[in-house]
């Protein structure tokens, strides 16, 4: 079992920065990709960025240039750091996983959210 944990989000105004956390934990050999993806009200769940374990990076275009994503590999957790939030950056947070266990079978877990809120 593999067990992915957000922290991190809250309310903030325009302009200003958040950053998530997500922290892997469980039966855990390799990590491959780690990714974030977010869902706001009424509408489908978007890829927000994603990193391999060889630190390559990919991001939505939508949030090029004001966020980043990194991770620590010895923490097992990923962090999205989210400069000059826009309103419409309101969503739940998830964080996905691509996880090789010790068992030797690839898990795909989701974390439960965590919510960003975008208001003056």
């Known amino acids: 079992q593999v067990q992915l944990v957000e922290s991190g989000g809250g309310l903030v105004q325009p302009g200003g920065s958040l950053r998530l956390s997500c922290a892997a934990s469980?039966?855990?050999?390799?990590?491959?990709?780690m990714g974030w993806y977010r869902q706001a009200p009424g509408k489908e769940r978007e890829f927000v960025a994603h990193?391999?374990?060889?630190?390559?990076?990919d991001y939505a275009d939508s949030v090029k240039g004001r966020f980043a994503i990194s991770r620590d590999n010895v923490k097992n957790t990923v962090y999205l750091q989210l400069n000059s939030l826009k309103p419409e950056d309101t969503a739940v947070y998830y964080c996905?996983?691509?996880?090789?266990?010790?068992?030797?079978?690839?898990?795909?877990?989701w974390g439960q959210g965590t919510q960003v809120t975008v208001s003056s």
């Open positions: 996905n996983a691509d996880v090789t266990t010790r068992s030797g079978y690839r898990a795909t877990p």
């Open positions: 990193i391999t374990s060889g630190v390559g990076t």
């Open positions: 469980g039966s855990i050999f390799s990590i491959n990709v």
